[in-house]
Structure formats: structure tokens, C-alpha cells
């Protein structure tokens, strides 16, 4: 474990002398809780009854997921409250021990997760059936594997992982029902890829779900292979590495992973904030590096929120999907409605870029308050076209997208991916409804999107804010950002009555 994790102890005996603890703990503790950090604590653990005038500065300093009480807390109702707005949890004290030795290492305060791409993927030698790279997306076999379990292809590039880590590991695939495949992780010690140190081996059942490997060895890289065996076809679409913490969230602590059928994923995560409207949601942008987009800016204005992202493709694939993709995603948006008590009139649905795509479509259905929107992207057909024509080699993953989306990249999936938009969109209520958008007039990926958005706004009752600021796609991303963020608070002040908290 190279991170350091700063935890806070409330109680009336200080824990670092009471209990053994990690060398890359870092605990304070104090008998009262007077002064609020820069940064919130990774894990604060409250060991007995709170004052009254520590209970606002501890809202402050603790987020959400990473709170423990332990048996000796006297339940009050300002302790209740906190308990619930950071989803906190017990711990009894007989456990305390186990707790810091083995538990506290999965509250390290930065997460990570990327996919290896499809050229990455090497084929071993001696397979003598077809080869065929679908984009960025998958490579494809189809032969002959085989009548035992071999090595069939391999990933060039190894993963290091340090002593006391813990990597997750998710193969996205598909397959004819001949082909029986398992995965092969091999480790080395580090400066000595000549020295095997430990192997696992995970069988197709297991692969089902995500793998770990947890290392509880010294320091070295792994080489992952894929084997198979059988006859038919072999789909490989990607793999994952992500920093596991062992079952206490997907990259966040809290942080939820959803998976349909077809091996898609969806991850989302939760603070309660004060429980107090709205609920803000914010859908990540494109990103190669996996995780949420946002918390820190969302956190800080104290409302309720929930952070949305998807890892398919290159970067994402803005949020359309299957039928039980965009039914579970819809899902998900009302089942912490609900949890709130919130209604429609009370969400705030936004996003920057991808994650206006995710706003917009999923902003038919809930038909929100508000939708708060940077750069938008709607004619996602007209963002893959431009890719030909006006932007070479500036977005090439859009190509992947139409493709992925529709089977095809000719012009009538240019314009049946369009229309999957825009039939939803017209077909919608707004009345209710503002949207507060800022734009690029130069936009070299959907030049059209706010223009069309108001054309395409029928409904008595609506209202629309924009700013247009000259530029292309990925130019000025600060005062877009910064525009985004002042009618975010805009909106809270005047429509919720609520400032911004630090």
C-alpha cells in the first residue's frame, strides 16, 4: 500500500494506543472536534456521543460511505441525521482490531481503472483460423481452439501491482456456446520478469463476474492470457484493471457497478448530502481513465447527488444502449429519487460534452426541474459524419459508436442514430423544464445541437438560458466549466433557496 489514508477518531482513548495499526494509516484523533480540514477525512470512525457544534463541522469533513460508529455513541437526533446524510455504518467495538488491519486499506483516497485497448491484444502463435479487428471495439476468432485449455491470445502490456493491493479484473466477451475459455494471470517479481512469483487461474464460471487478484507478496507486474478451447466463435471486446477495494465500493467507497446480460456496465454512486432538494445528477463526460467525473464539484454544494458512468467502447458510447441498458440506467435515476422522497420538479440533470448526451436522453423520462448543460451533443450520427469530413482523426471513436449503436456507418445509420434522439425528444413534455446550456459556436462535433434544440422545443412553458463561446469542440473547456458551475449555483440559490457549501 503506497497511499497514505488519513483517518479521524472521535472517542475518549486515542486509538494509537490502544490498537496496532498500518504504517500507511494516518489517524488523528481528538477528544473534540473543533477544526475542518481542506480535503475530507478517507474514513472517520466516531467513538462516543457527539457534541451539538461538532456535528456541522463533522458534515463537512466526512464523505459519504466512510463513516463508522461504534457501540459506545449515544444516539441523538443531530447524530441520527449525520448517521443517515453520509450513509454511515456500525462497528462493534470487539471488531475494531480486525477493522484497522484489514479494512481501513480500502478507503485509499485515489481510484483507478482503464481498459486495455483491442490492438493490445496479441494472438498467439499457432492459431490458424481467422483474425478479424472490428474498430476499436473487439477482435474476433473463429477456428478451431483446440481440446484443452491453451493460450489462444494475451495482453502485451503488464499491470503492476503493489504488495498489500488488491486488482479487479473484468473481461468483456462473447462467444458460441463450443467455446470454453478461462483466464490465466501470471505474476513476477518486480525487475525480474524472468522469475515467477505467483499464478491464479480463473475458470469461465468465474468469470462471470469481476476477478481479483490480491497480493499479498511483494511488488511485481502480472501477464494476463486468455485460453480456450473448442470450436466456434470468439468475440474478445475488452478487458478491465481497476484498483479493487475488496467489495467496499466500485472506485468510490458506495460507489455501485450494474451489469446487464451482454457483460455492459453501469457504475453510480450516491451521496445523501443534507437530504434536502434537489438531487443533483451529473453524467460522466468521454474518458479513457475510468471512474466518476465531478464529485468534488458536486460535494461541495451540499445537495444530494448522484454521479453516472459508463466504461463501454473507447471512453463510453454515450449512454444508449440496449433495452435492459437504458431501462436499468432509467432505473437507477428513480430509485434515488424515491429513496429522497423527491419528486420530477425537485432533479437537476446535467453533464458536460458525453454527459450532455446522458442528460438529454435520459432527461425524456424524468423530465427534471432543470438540465444544466456544457458543450451539448445530440445528432450523435452528425458527430461520427464529421469525423469523415470536418474533424480527421480528432474523434475517431465515433465512428466505433455508430457502428456499435446501429450495425453500420453508412448515411441511413447516420440518420437512424439521429432520429433515436430526436423522436424521444420531441415526444417529451418539457413545460416544466429549463435548460441552461453553454455552447461552442464552431462546434466541430455537432454544429447544430443548440440551434436544434430549440427548434425542436414545442412545448408551451419551457425555458432555455445559452451562452455561445467561440471555438471547436475542445476549446475553452475552463469558461465553459466555469459558466456551468455559476448557474448551477444560480439555479440553487434562486430556485431552492440553498447557497453553495464548502
Known sequence: MSETIRVLQLGTEDWKTKYQLPGYVHLEYAEVFRNVPRSPYDIVFIDRELLDEEIPRLHKATKAHTLFVTDKEVWTDGMQHYYTCKKGQRLLTENIQDFLLHEVRNYFPKPYGEKFRPSSVAVAQGFTGSVFWDGNYSINLEGNYGEELSQIAYWRNNIPVFEGQAIELWLEYKKDPEVEIALSVTQFRSGAVSMEQQRWYFTEQELEDAVVIDNQMATGPIFISLLAKGSGKLQIIALHDRYSRRGHGAFLPGGKRYVTSEREEIFYYFDPGDLKPPLNVYFSGYKTLQGFEGYYMMRKMGCPFLLIAEPRLEGGSFYMGSEEFETALKEILEKHMQELGFTRDQVILSGLSMGTYGALYYGCDIRPHAMILGKPLASIGDVAENERLHR??????????????????????VGKLNDRFWNKFENTDWGKSKFVVSYMIEDDYDSTAYNELISHLKTDGVQVYGKGIHGRHNDATGPIAGWFKS???????????RGVKG
Do not use: C, W
Open 487 to 497: 448557474q448551477y449555483d444560480k439555479i440553487l440559490r434562486e430556485d431552492f433557496g
Open 392 to 413: 480527421p482523426g480528432g474523434f475517431p471513436t465515433s465512428l466505433d459508436v455508430l457502428h456499435y449503436l446501429t450495425g453500420n456507418t453508412d448515411a441511413n445509420a
